[in-house]
Nanobody
Framework: QVQLVESGGGLVQAGGSLRLSCAASGRDFSTNVMGWYRQAPGKSRELVAGISRNDNPYYEDSVKGRFTISRDKTKNTLYLQMNSLKPEDTAMYYC??????????????????????WGKGTLVTVSS
């Protein structure tokens, strides 16, 4: 059974930093695409950052230069380092993995196609 469990969310002031973690279990995720999505109140879910099978990152424009996605393959854990946080970064953040069978993985890394497995999310609140 695939399980993704996020942690590290919380309340932070604007300009601050947080590091989100996603512990993956149930299969080897080291060669799969993974990503971080977020959903703010009243808005649709969006990909924040994706990472390819070869660990090449992709970032949504609004987080470029502020967020860094990475993973520790020995720990089957995905991370999102978030710096210079802004109130508009406030959202529920979700970890996801794997592209649907037959789909070009680039489409998932870039957020064009949703990934298959999802965590339950961790809340990030940035105060002004």
């Amino acid at each position: 059974q695939v399980q993704l469990v996020e942690s590290g969310g919380g309340l932070v002031q604007a300009g601050g930093s947080l590091r989100l973690s996603c512990a993956a279990s149930g299969r080897d995720f080291s060669t799969n695409v993974m990503g971080w999505y977020r959903q703010a109140p009243g808005k649709s879910r969006e990909l924040v950052a994706g990472i390819s099978r070869n660990d090449n990152p992709y970032y949504e424009d609004s987080v470029k230069g502020r967020f860094t996605i990475s993973r520790d393959k020995t720990k089957n854990t995905l991370y999102l380092q978030m710096n210079s946080l802004k109130p508009e970064d406030t959202a529920m953040y979700y970890c996801a993995s794997n592209c649907p069978d037959g789909t070009n993985s680039v489409m998932c890394v870039m957020g064009v196609v949703d990934m298959v497995y999802w965590g339950k999310g961790t809340l990030v609140t940035v105060s002004s």
